[in-house]
């Protein structure tokens, strides 16, 4: 733990003397990449576990049944907001 801190520190002192340079663009490209890079390393990690290959119909289910109760939930709130919203501009 004391290194994930350590070198998240290391960043933040990077970035602060870096803070006058034009690098974002730079970064953001990093950023990217070490995502893609990230992901890959996870699929892979997931391929080579039998187990959760093996399980793999399971999950699908339910991660369909989560996405959908999260949609559904998500549209019943946006519903109760919109009619609380459009009830406070007629008041």
């Given amino acids: ?5 350590a070198i998240m520190g290391l960043g933040v002192l990077f ?5 006058n340079k034009n690098i ?4 953001s490209g990093a950023i990217t990449v070490l995502i893609w890079l990230l992901l890959f390393v996870l699929g892979t990690e997931v391929g080579h576990n039998k187990r959760v290959i093996e399980s793999l119909g399971t ?13 559904v939930g998500s549209c019943i709130a ?3 907001l919109w009619k609380y919203i459009v009830k406070r501009r007629e008041q």
Avoid at 1 to 5: H, K, L, N, R
Avoid at 24 to 27: N, R, T
Avoid at 59 to 71: D, M, N, R, T
């Fill in 78 to 80: 946006a519903l109760i």
């Fill in 24 to 27: 974002k663009g730079i970064i």
């Fill in 1 to 5: 733990m004391f290194i994930v801190i």
């Fill in 59 to 71: 999950l699908g289910v339910e991660a369909l049944f989560i996405a959908l109760a999260s949609l």
């Fill in 15 to 19: 970035g602060y003397l870096m803070r």
